[in-house]
């Protein structure tokens, strides 16, 4: 069914183009790709990014099972990495020719039995081991482990080792990051002598390209974020373009007299006679309830209008006293990463969550020139 919303999140692939061919001019022609489009691609559209720049990139990679199988249903056919599957995962990751992340023993010797159930050889897996993010992977210590039940076998095959680095971000972090990047140096030491086959090395993500491509650019990088346009610092935002922009439509302008209040609980009571706008977005689109009470605003014929009293599910009210507009104009909630930035900044959140909690409910349109 056709979504009919008003409300639209537009996604121009142009900008993706740009923002990858951004991060490709700081690697080396020989560095694989790995394009992360977990959480519906950031919010985006998963699949029409996915499609979009299928063989543009090498690897694509989701966090769940199900959005694995949601690319290989539109026809995706790069090989897709699995970051957080389960034993009951692994069943269907080997129907959908999907490849998961193994971070614990445990979960080793399931995916190394499932493969033997299923009669697979060489099947490809990925080893995440933990250099100090402290949330999933292996320790140096499991090496050994590691290394005798995987040549106990020939049902599975390590494709890649990988890590996450912690702070990419943060310069005063640096030397923790370095030591990272030590430490998985010397896991890949000492684990790929004790192997068949020589996996391939990843570990950075986007800030890890902009900061640490020359220490440890190693086979593969993994851009998110930056392939949506966000480089996590101002001056690297500056340089990208902006994919998302998400708008929608004024459906009513009230006066409101002073001694008047607008929304739930009265929350905003007017202190002067003004003009609201009525706009078809809330909180169950992704519009924080954070926003509310001046905290948020939108851009109505480039001017800001402060949200008034409390974000409503399925709607805002905002100030447009000082602006000349009327029902049916447009609204923009999310104009570019400034304004995602600055929005996110005023609820102590970052782009990542603001991005990620449009809902599926608002109409997704590509653009491509």
Known sequence: MENSHVTVLNIDLN???????????????????????????YGSSSVAIAKHIADKVHYFAVAYLDEGIALRAAGIKNPILVLHPQKVNLQKIFDYCL????????????????????????????????TGLNRLGFAKKDISEISSLINSQNAVEISSIFSHIAASEDLNERAFTMQQINDFKAIAAELTPTLKNIPFKHM???????????????????????????????HETKKLKNVLSLTSVISQI??????????????????????????????????????????????????????????????????????DCQEGDEAVIYKNQQHIEHLAKSINSIPYELLTAISQRVKRVLTKF
């Not at 640490?212 to 392939?227: H, K, P, S, T, W």
């Not at 929304?263 to 009571?269: E, V």
Request: net charge neutral; aromatic share 10%; charged share 20%.
């Open 99 to 130: 490849e998961p992340n193994i971070y614990s023993i445990k979960l080793l010797e399931d995916v190394i039995e499932i493969a033997e159930n299923n009669k697979l050889k060489n099947y490809p897996i990925h080893l995440k081991f933990n």
């Open 15 to 41: 900008a993706v183009d740009f923002n990858l061919n951004y991060f490709k001019s700081k690697l080396k022609s020989t560095t694989k790709i790995l394009a992360v489009v977990k959480a519906f691609g």
């Open 254 to 323: 009230h006066t409101i007299e002073k001694g008047e209040s607008v929304g739930y609980n009265r929350a905003f009571m007017a202190n002067t006679t003004i003009r609201t706008a009525t706009i078809p977005i809330g909180h169950a689109d992704g519009i924080s309830r954070q926003f509310g009470n001046g905290v948020g605003y939108v851009y109505i014929h480039n001017k800001k209008a402060p949200i008034l009293g409390n974000v409503c599910m399925d709607v805002i009210m905002v100030n447009v006293t000082d602006i």
């Open 204 to 234: 950075l993500n986007t800030s890890g390209i902009i900061n640490y491509a020359e220490e440890a650019q190693f086979d593969m990088v993994r851009l998110g974020i930056g392939l949506y346009g966000f480089g996590n610092e101002e």
